[in-house]
C-alpha cells in the first residue's frame, strides 16, 4: 500500500508565499518521480510541476514558472512546492503524486494524495 500525505495549505494574500509538503510512505518509496497537480473550483485537474528522483531535472506549467520551485529531500522521503507570489488564479487543491516516469499528465501517476486546500486573496 503507498500513501501520500499534503500539508501546507491555508490562505494567504495575493503576493504572499506558501510551501506544499508531501510526505511518502509505503510502496511509494520504488516510484522515483513526484508531481504536483492542482484543481481549481469548477475546472478540471491541471499539472503544475514535476521532478525526477534525484532532483537534477524538474519540469513546470507555464504558468507557475518563475514562481513556483519543486524540490525533493529524499532521506525524508519528502517533496515540497515552495509557492512565491501567489496570485488568486493560483486558488485550488493541490495534489501530490508519485510515478515510474516525470510527466505532465494524471496517467503517469498511480499514488496520489488527498489534497490540500491553497487560497488566495485577492
Known amino acids: 500500500q503507498g500513501l501520500l500525505a499534503e500539508s501546507g495549505g491555508g490562505l494567504v494574500q495575493a503576493g504572499g508565499s506558501l510551501k506544499l509538503s508531501c510526505t511518502a510512505s509505503?510502496?511509494?518509496?520504488?516510484?522515483?518521480?513526484m508531481a504536483w497537480f492542482r484543481q481549481a473550483p469548477g475546472k478540471e485537474r491541471e499539472f503544475v510541476a514535476a521532478i525526477t528522483w534525484s532532483g537534477s531535472s524538474t519540469s513546470y506549467v507555464e504558468s507557475v514558472k518563475g514562481r513556483f520551485t519543486i524540490s525533493r529531500d529524499n532521506a525524508k522521503n519528502t517533496t515540497y512546492l515552495q509557492m512565491n507570489s501567489l496570485k488568486p488564479e493560483d486558488t485550488a487543491v493541490y495534489y501530490c503524486?508519485?510515478?515510474?516516469?516525470?510527466?505532465?499528465?494524471?496517467?503517469?501517476?498511480?499514488?496520489w494524495g488527498q489534497g490540500t486546500q491553497v487560497t488566495v486573496s485577492s
Open positions: 503524486a508519485a510515478g515510474y516516469w516525470m510527466r505532465d499528465y494524471e496517467a503517469a501517476y498511480d499514488y
Open positions: 509505503g510502496r511509494t518509496f520504488s516510484r522515483p518521480a
